[in-house]
């Protein structure tokens, strides 16, 4: 990583970091007077409420909750609980239909609601930076980076031209971005979603706020550079007095970086504690459930995950008692009446009636703390369905003003097989070529070079017929299903589409029969029929778009980071919707992740990518119990665990180095400029990938 520019670095050698009352600007304090000594953000009682065609929306109910400078708070919660609506509402960006019906956001000691559009506009970007979950949705597709990250910098910071281009570079530099001068003129659609989501943190930090509010900042990122981007951010929360609120599902980047954390759901607060008691010793049932659901790296694999079944309850209608009580496993009468934050014997707060019977261990959670019994390793079957042979795809990139075309080798001598029934697991960091992979097997894009067969037949030179035969039998999960699904058409005719095109059913009635039976067969109500995409949670979309996959009845679907954009209990459904649905009907997946634990919960093989080369393959066990090449280790070292006491006292091992750039690859082994084992021999040797034990491979000079 570069260095923080050169005024962070005046201002942490003069040891001020950020002074909080010396600034200027329309309502903020003078230099010399005293700073605000209360917390920096103070949420009391918020209620926000939305006016939909469905009637009023009670989103958020008396949320309350403060955030310290230099502290890290994470909100962890499921969809739909509430996290991204407080984000929003003290960013002052809730839509038109949405309204703040009562509570009190202090900035400061400034109350934000108070303040008209034209102080809000002050505040946001220069005070308080807001990284969005979605950066596609976020980026505006008609502007070039370079204009996007210097638009708040020439508008905050009163720099020129010149002057915002150069700071612009620094902070594409600063995230982990190279060649970031000639990034600055390409446009979004021409970054990886990791790299998207990295400009966005750029844009983030740009002003030096102090407060960063950042929803689900790496959930695109895989686990180097997210280790790289919230030691960035943890690292200027703590020399420059920032502090962060982190929206996130993934509990192992809570354990690691959060000071307190906040849970929610269904719009309420449900337990808030320092990180350490609500890990060790949850007061919520709530709670106890998330840190069951998560798959860990540091515990043996289970046969499956302890998700929480169900889904929370519609806000659209009244709500009366406990809010989880209908999914809890301890549910009591007195769960009937409205809980309220109260005090716990761990210095944190639980709005569970059941707390104290937590904190006595009367009750726990039905699952135990690794989930169900631990199983063997899955056999690998010994049916070959789908054959890659040298696979390889070149793109011809225009950059720069003067319009270079410039050869980019996404994918390169890439071979592998999977079995029927098989999961084959693909990991690495972004622009890896893992999604192009993905692709050039569904032949949604065209192979430079190499041979792709499914189930003995040629997919490489197969004419449109031959592929529209061959559709029926392999299918995706694409990673987001907001944007794979069609907005204008209900579920019921998203699922039904191909169904009607392959003529697989006659008629009106089996049809909507068979949507029906596919909607339970993905665990949805058939009410959902009529509904849109918009009017149900991401990981119900997910499980629409699963069941548009088995609509086909296919022997191989290609999961591509199917349960990365998913909270930790709806993520673990769809894992074992996914496992059950291969042990009942033989399908095979190619699953592409950033989360390890994951990819080993699921996957019967491993393969590891790096910028386009596979770096080692072999079975899980072998691939997680002993990695032979650095990378992978590196890789395994760096993802986090969800327990705060073994991340407080580790240092991961992060990737140092920048990611090579693909339009200029080093020669020799890719991975030789950021390896802790190489040497001059690495430089002129491209390894091949070999068999280095029996059924295990790496590609790595030193083996």
């Excluded at 638009?151 to 971005?177: N, P, T, Y």
Aim: hydrophobic content about 40%; aromatic content about 4%; proline content about 6%.
């Amino acid at each position: 990583m570069v260095p923080y520019s050169d005024a962070i670095m005046a201002r942490v050698a003069q040891g001020q970091g950020r002074p909080a009352s010396c600034s200027s600007g329309e309502g903020r304090a003078p230099c010399g007077e005293r700073s605000f000594d209360g917390p920096l953000l103070s949420v009391q009682g918020l209620h926000v409420a939305f006016n939909t065609s469905r009637g009023r929306t009670e989103a958020l109910t008396d949320v309350s909750f403060d955030v310290d400078r230099n502290e890290v708070v994470a909100i962890v919660g499921e969809s739909g609980s509430g996290k991204s609506v407080t984000a929003l509402s003290i960013m002052g960006l809730l839509p038109r239909s949405g309204e703040v019906a009562a509570g009190r956001i202090a900035f400061e000691g400034r109350d934000l609601l108070r303040l008209d559009a034209k102080a809000m506009r002050q505040i946001r970007g220069r005070d308080i930076a807001m990284i969005f979950q979605d950066p596609m949705t976020s980026l505006n597709p008609i502007l070039t980076i370079g204009s996007q990250i210097t638009e708040s910098l020439r508008i905050h910071k009163g720099m020129d031209a010149a002057q915002a281009r150069h700071r612009a570079a620094e902070l594409l530099s600063l995230v982990g971005i190279t060649d970031a001068e000639s990034r600055l003129d390409q446009y979004p659609h021409q970054f990886s979603g990791g790299m998207r989501q990295r400009v966005m943190i750029a844009i983030g930090l740009a002003c030096d706020p102090k407060l960063i509010i950042a929803d689900e900042p790496t959930t695109a990122l895989d686990v180097t550079i997210q280790a790289q981007i919230l030691e960035l951010m943890k690292d200027l929360s703590v020399r420059l007095g920032i502090a962060m609120v982190i929206i996130t599902h993934n509990l192992g980047v809570v354990a690691r970086y959060a000071d307190r954390v906040v849970v929610m759901y269904a719009g309420r607060v449900a337990e808030q504690g320092s990180a350490e008691a609500v890990f060790f010793r949850p007061r919520h049932l709530y709670t106890a459930g998330l840190l069951c659901s998560v798959p860990r790296l540091d515990s043996e694999r289970c046969a499956r995950l302890e998700a929480i079944e169900g889904l929370p309850p519609d806000l659209g209608k009244p709500q009366a008692g406990c809010r989880f009580a209908p999914r809890c496993p301890h549910e009591v009468a007195a769960c009937k009446e409205t809980p309220v934050l109260r005090a716990t014997d761990t210095g944190g707060l639980s709005a569970c009636v059941r707390a104290d019977d937590l904190a006595a261990g009367r009750i726990h959670w039905l699952g135990n703390q690794y989930g169900a019994a631990a199983i063997a390793p899955s056999r690998i079957p010994g049916k070959v369905l789908v054959s890659v042979e040298g696979l390889a795809r070149d793109y011809a990139v225009r950059t720069g003003w003067s319009g270079t075309t410039r050869t980019v080798k996404a994918v390169s001598d890439v071979s592998f097989t999977i079995g029927v029934g098989e999961t084959l697991g693909l990991v690495g960091e972004s622009g890896c070529g893992k999604s192009t992979v993905g692709r050039l097997l569904l032949r949604l894009e065209e192979p430079t070079a190499g041979r792709i067969e499914f189930d003995g037949r040629d997919v490489t030179h197969a004419d449109h017929g031959e592929l529209r035969s061959l559709r029926r039998r392999f299918q995706v999960v694409f990673q987001d299903p907001y944007a794979s699904l069609n907005p204008r058409k209900s579920i019921g005719d998203i699922i039904a589409e191909p169904l009607r095109v392959h003529r697989i059913t006659a008629g009106r009635a089996a049809t909507r029969q068979r949507v029906e039976e596919l909607l339970a067969q993905v665990g949805l109500r058939p009410d959902l029929h009529d509904r849109y995409p918009h009017q149900i949670s991401g990981g119900q979309r997910q499980r629409v778009g699963i069941a548009r996959a088995l609509a086909m009845e296919p022997s191989f679907i290609v999961c591509d980071e199917a349960v990365s954009a998913l909270d930790v209990s709806i993520q673990g459904q769809i894992v074992n919707l996914l496992a059950d649905l291969q042990a009942k009907y033989g399908i095979a997946y190619l699953f592409i992740a950033h989360d390890l634990a994951v990819v080993r919960h699921i996957s019967t093989r491993v393969m590891v990518m790096y910028l386009g080369r596979v770096m080692e393959v072999a079975d899980r066990e072998s691939l997680y119990g002993e990695p032979l090449h650095p990378y992978t280790r590196l890789l395994l070292e760096a993802a986090p665990t969800p327990d705060p006491a073994k991340e407080k006292l580790r240092h991961a091992a992060l990737i140092r180095g920048e990611l090579p750039s693909p339009f200029s690859p080093p020669s020799g082994c890719p991975f030789r400029t950021r390896c802790p084992m190489a040497d001059d021999a690495c430089s002129h040797t491209v390894p091949e990938l070999r068999e280095v034990r029996p059924g295990h491979r790496a590609a790595c000079l030193k083996l």
